[in-house]
């Protein structure tokens, strides 16, 4: 039987590889609005389909403890109160009718990428990962995403500054003192701390950013007029 090839990550892959990818498109395209406020760009989906952004869980000790610490922390930062008792899906929805949308800069999980990663003999390199997909995460930001704002969710996607800047989105990169914000790490209170910080301050300025263009747009069509 002829290899088959992932159209995430471009890589030979087994059909459960191929599977998952297919089920972490659906979820997220169930969640996500039509038009994109603010774009939230983390490095990569985990493993477990159960830990991804977009899968619906029915309560907090369905996701590990990164998965989880992301989602309640995202939540608490964009002030989205989850009714209560209610599972992941009530706050996803709450998440796309504001116009947010989270998506990977690589498709596929780091493991299956980075061959040694999941044995321990290599480490993942986020600059070389970048320089790898920086294309492709870039092609699907302006054919597909078209967002007016991007957050940057992990320090390890920061190489794709330069990238976005010189593609002519560097004034739609809403960064924290000048870095992406930290991934809100459970056994890390000062990442966490610095995300929920970086989180509301980034917000606040999107909207502030939007407000101001909305009012010069207007002031245009009244000197049009
Ligand atoms: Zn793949």
Known sequence: MAQAYCDG???????EHIALRIRRIELATRFRPIHIHALFLAEAPPERLEDYFYYPAGGPAERGRLSRALSSELMMGLHVAAAEGAGDESFLA???RRGYFLADC???PVADIVPGLREGTAKANAH???HLYGATILRRIETSYRPKHIVLLSTRTRHL???????GWGDRVLLYHGLPLHFPHPDNPG???QFRAGLSEIVTR???LTKSTWV???SAANVVE
């Open 106 to 108: 690589l498709e596929c």
């Open 161 to 167: 500054i330069p990238l976005l800047q010189q593609a």
């Open 191 to 193: 990442a966490q701390a």
């Open 216 to 218: 010069a747009n207007r």
């Open 9 to 15: 990550c471009g890589l030979p892959a087994s059909p």
């Open 206 to 208: 999107a909207a502030w």
């Open 94 to 96: 709450e998440f796309q």
């Open 128 to 130: 070389e990962l970048v």
